[in-house]
């Protein structure tokens, strides 16, 4: 809520800095009068500006056009006015952003529908190689995903680091863009350019009710990483019981050793999870187990000066 409201507050200084650029000329700092007024929603202004010839398509030093003011502050009436007259749907700012990107983002369907109606590419990509829709989806903007996706939008479009829609909202706990991007059939098992999956990305930041979400979806709890690892381990790494148990649930094997031969209790003990060991020993993981050193977990606990564990573990060999 503190985030929230200092975003508002950063918002409103940001209108009124814009109303002040608007009303004295020569505080404009290189935008034109409509871009200020398409980025406030002064649509009777800009429609004057408008029909007076000014440029619709003149950008600022950042390269922003009207059209992108209209965009970023969701005003359709705005848009739709640019757009007959004719704003260059397409052009990007600085960043390779176009007026869909910012829509896209701030999760303004009714803009989107303008601009995907009126012809923009659906599947333009920023200097990050980030499409609108997978903008939308990294922000948890479900309604302006289904938007773009209904336009036609590649639900599966990667950025640079690999990363499709799915795997970023799964990454970020976005649970409702997840299963809307579950129920259109998005590629569950894309994987990033580290080999890991959505799932790998739920369980490793605690996103438990997105773990859910993908295992009822069939993600498969197997998939291992370019280490060799897996959710489990994953999840162990994280200390996070709870997606613990979501993958333990859905038969996630208890096992299942990277390509170091480190299972996910030699994990969890290395990082000093005493609930997560406690979880694994009790679902009935193998507290002897070694890795390709031939350590035990026990033994990568006392390395690691984990007292709790290891007297935990050294019960477990007692009894």
Not at 40 to 62: F, H, I, P, T
Not at 98 to 107: E, F, I, K, N, P
Not at 182 to 201: K, P, Q, V
Request: net charge negative.
């Amino acid at each position: 809520m503190a985030d929230d409201g200092q975003a508002l507050r950063g918002r409103r200084e940001s209108i009124d800095v814009l109303r002040h650029q608007l009303h004295n000329p020569d505080a404009h700092q290189h935008r034109s009068r409509l871009f200020l007024a398409s980025a406030l929603g002064d649509s009777v202004n800009a429609e004057a500006l408008v029909a007076a010839g000014c440029d619709v398509a003149e950008a600022d030093d950042r390269g922003l056009t009207p059209l992108h003011g209209a965009a970023v502050g969701g005003f359709l009436d705005v848009a739709e006015l640019l757009v007959r007259a004719g704003s260059p749907l397409d052009a990007p700012d600085h960043r390779g952003r176009t007026a869909l990107h910012y829509a896209a983002v701030y999760g303004h369907e009714a803009v989107i529908r303008c601009l995907g109606r009126a012809g923009a590419a659906l599947d333009v990509r920023d200097a990050r190689r980030e499409t609108p829709l997978w903008g939308a989806a990294s922000r948890g903007r479900a309604a302006a995903v289904r938007c773009l996706a209904g336009l036609g939008a590649d639900i599966n479009a990667r950025d640079k680091r690999d990363q499709g829609p799915l795997f970023v909202a799964a990454a970020h706990g976005h649970v409702a863009t997840v299963t809307i991007l579950l129920g259109l059939s998005a590629e569950i098992e894309d994987r990033n350019s580290f080999g890991m999956t959505a799932l790998h990305a739920a369980v490793l930041r605690d996103h438990v009710e997105v773990a859910e979400a993908l295992v009822a979806g069939g993600a498969q709890t197997e998939a291992a990483d370019v280490k060799g690892r897996t959710a489990l381990c994953a999840a162990a790494a994280a200390g996070s019981a709870a997606a613990m148990r979501v993958l333990i649930r859905a038969g996630a094997a208890l096992g299942a050793a990277d390509d170091c031969g480190v299972t996910p209790l030699h994990i969890a003990a290395m990082n000093g999870h005493a609930e997560a060991v406690r979880l694994l020993v009790g679902a009935g993981a193998d507290a002897e187990a070694e890795d390709g050193n031939g350590c035990t977990p026990v033994v990568v606990a006392v390395a690691l000066g984990h007292s709790d564990i290891v007297k935990f573990l050294m019960g477990k060999a007692v009894c």
